[in-house]
């Protein structure tokens, strides 16, 4: 199961052009990489939903299986954040 969001014929050139741009300051700005902060965030479900974000199920083909969801099950978010020397977090959510 992944959820994608359609590339357009102008997302390639932009991404190639943003990565450039990315290593170029990385190459001459000898603390850029301090200014930059990653996170992500996690859902849990104590309803053993699987979360989609959390899980990727590569195939050959369409399997055309229905997906049914519980809505509004009880879960848990989890958010963390790294820098170039810090761990931010983890916080919880419920």
């Known amino acids: 199961m992944q959820i994608v969001q ?3 014929p102008n997302d390639g050139p932009q991404r ?3 990565a450039v741009e990315m290593l ?3 190459e001459n700005e000898h603390d ?3 200014h ?3 996170s992500d965030e996690a859902t849990f479900h104590v309803s053993n939903k699987v979360n ?3 899980c990727r199920i590569w195939g050959s083909e369409n399997p055309q299986a229905v997906h049914e969801v519980e809505r509004n099950s009880p879960k848990i978010n989890v958010w ?3 820098s170039h020397d810090t761990v931010i977090g983890f916080f919880f959510f419920c």
Do not use: E, G, P
Request: hydrophobic residues 55%.
């Open 80 to 82: 963390c954040a790294l």
């Open 36 to 38: 930059i902060i990653f």
């Open 16 to 18: 190639v052009a943003f």
């Open 52 to 54: 989609k974000h959390n």
């Open 6 to 8: 359609k590339l357009q």
């Open 32 to 34: 850029f990489l301090n």
């Open 24 to 26: 170029s300051c990385i």
